[in-house]
């Protein structure tokens, strides 16, 4: 089966076109744009700029400092080391639920192919729900007439849930007779993700390297089945691959600090014996968040969340191998881009945030994992109010002081998010001219999103699994919307308000006009 994998060698044309468009709206800014009190507003958009730029050029220098010294010892040693270094065994344990066939086989055929080649004593455990699914995997395990050595494991559940289902294959782990956990590990596959030639040599070797070392995850890009033929699919395609290369800047500069921010789900490495804990898979099948206000609900989706929890907590060292690539088929949620986007990125930010209130409540999180990976943590919360931040002061600022700001603030994220897809080359060879605008919408529609969520965090919903969190109670039900609904328009006006403040279209002596009036109204 072929796979359709964009190349993007013959863009060159199309970020000259791109470059000159910027270049030329820059000489038709006109010259009123720099009065006294336009500066002004420049001057405080450039204080916040200042902090996210900074601490944009900080995440990619320190990828490039990983990826060509940290890592390219790392793999190095591990080259030159010998078979002391291996693993005695290799669990590979897929999830398959609702996938299409044509992907299914895609997926087992070459896990169980690099399965064979790695040489390791091999136990593949397929967890699944329907019938039809267990016969296609034992048809594509026999087709590949794979050594005694590597063992095939069918695991039927319910239905109920990929943690679930994880929980199913984990105990198949922990229950296996004869194999030393502490010297094996556990490849985590999602059902939709197709593994490179060498992936689970090239990763195991890193934990009989460390002995430390209880987690990891890999490089990623997206493909689909077949090329885009709508605008919608063409822009999937390409907002999931720059994605996958912010998250790959990301992983690295968190990675150089021994730590990293997810065991991403599409495929993750853990040690065996972490795996085989009872409260492991516990945290995993039934993990839970306490809320100021929301009180105590269950993680529904964000399994790779609880698992990075987990591994985290107990003072483990986690990396990440960006020399091995991991292909995921992503599915169009939605034909419309903009609302399948927007699924998307409410399922994604609020697995985020969920662990992001565990994390920090971990008991002396800084000194177990270090400044750098603790901070990045804490800006997972700062960062979502840094775009609104400059949209609302441009389109407000346009308001007060004349149009002319608001195509400035343009023409810099033109010319900003250019610089920064540019910046992305370091470890992305393959940048398309369309990530510059897709960069700003993540973003922009990604900080709302974020915002949004924070408040809402009871909130969830698998694309695949059509699950979601309900209160048993309708007054329960009722509480969580009106509180929820009620902070998050009391922060936005506090936002709002405050922008208000900085283009000076409102004083202290408004406001205390405002209350005086509110408070006739009401008397």
Not at 139 to 166: C, H, M, Q, S, Y
Not at 391 to 401: D, E, K, S
Request: glycine share 4%.
């Amino acid at each position: 089966m072929s796979m359709y994998q964009e190349s993007v060698n013959n863009n060159f044309i199309f970020f000259l076109f791109y470059i000159i468009v910027v270049v030329l709206y820059a000489l038709a800014l006109p010259g009123e744009l720099f009065d006294p009190y336009q500066k002004q507003l420049i001057f405080i958009l450039g204080v916040v700029g200042a902090y996210r730029y900074s601490w944009f050029f900080l995440n990619n220098i320190r990828a490039y400092r990983y990826i060509t010294s940290k890592f390219r010892k790392m793999r190095k040693k591990e080259e030159e080391a010998g078979e002391e270094i291996d693993p005695d065994h290799l669990f590979v344990l897929i999830t398959t639920y609702k996938i299409a066939t044509s992907i299914t086989v895609k997926v087992y055929r070459e896990a169980i192919k690099d399965a064979i080649a790695s040489g390791y004593n091999t136990t593949i455990i397929a967890s699944l729900v329907e019938i039809s699914e267990e016969r296609l995997v034992r048809r594509i395990f026999l087709e590949l007439e794979p050594p005694e050595r590597i063992k095939l494991v069918i695991v039927r559940i319910k239905g109920t849930g990929k943690r679930d289902a994880l929980a199913a294959g984990y105990r198949v782990v922990a229950n296996t007779p004869q194999v030393n956990l502490n010297r094996s590990v556990v490849a985590v596959i999602d059902g939709d993700s197709i593994v490179t030639p060498g992936t689970f040599r090239k990763c195991a070797r890193l934990f009989g390297l460390e002995p430390n070392l209880g987690g990891l995850t890999t490089d990623e890009d997206s493909i689909l089945l077949t090329p885009p033929k709508t605008v919608s699919e063409y822009l999937y395609l390409n907002w999931y691959r720059l994605r996958m290369a912010q998250r790959n800047i990301s992983m690295c500069s968190v990675a150089l600090a021994d730590r990293i921010l997810t065991l991403t789900g599409r495929m993750s490495m853990i040690r065996a014996n972490i795996v085989a804990k009872a409260a492991f898979v516990k945290t995993v099948q039934l993990d839970y968040v306490h809320h100021w206000r929301l009180g105590t609900f269950e993680f529904l989706t964000g399994d790779d969340k609880s698992s990075l929890y987990y591994v985290m907590k107990d003072g483990w060292h986690l990396t990440y191998v960006p020399d091995v690539m991991v292909h995921t088929i992503d599915e169009l949620v939605h034909k419309n881009f903009f609302i399948g986007s927007l699924q998307l990125m409410v399922r994604w930010f609020g697995n985020q945030y969920r662990t992001n209130l565990k994390q920090l409540k971990i008991k002396n999180i800084r000194e177990r994992i270090g400044n750098f990976p603790w901070y990045a943590i804490v800006d997972q919360r700062i960062t979502k109010w840094m775009t609104p931040y400059g949209f609302f002061l441009a389109l407000i600022g346009a308001v007060h002081w004349g149009i002319y700001i608001l195509f400035a603030y343009i023409w810099w994220i033109l010319f900003s998010r250019l610089i920064m897809i540019f910046v992305y080359r370091i470890t992305r060879r393959d940048i398309h001219p369309m990530w510059p605008l897709l960069l700003y919408y993540h973003q922009l529609i990604g900080s709302l999103t974020k915002i949004y969520i924070w408040e809402h965090l009871y909130k969830q919903s698998w694309t695949r699994q059509k699950t979601k969190l309900k209160s048993k109670e309708a007054y329960i039900e009722w509480y969580y919307r009106v509180s929820s609904n009620g902070t998050l328009v009391i922060k936005m006006l506090l936002f709002l308000i405050t922008i208000a403040f900085l283009v000076q279209i409102l004083s202290f002596d408004d406001i205390w006009l405002y209350l005086h009036f509110i408070k006739d109204v009401l008397t």
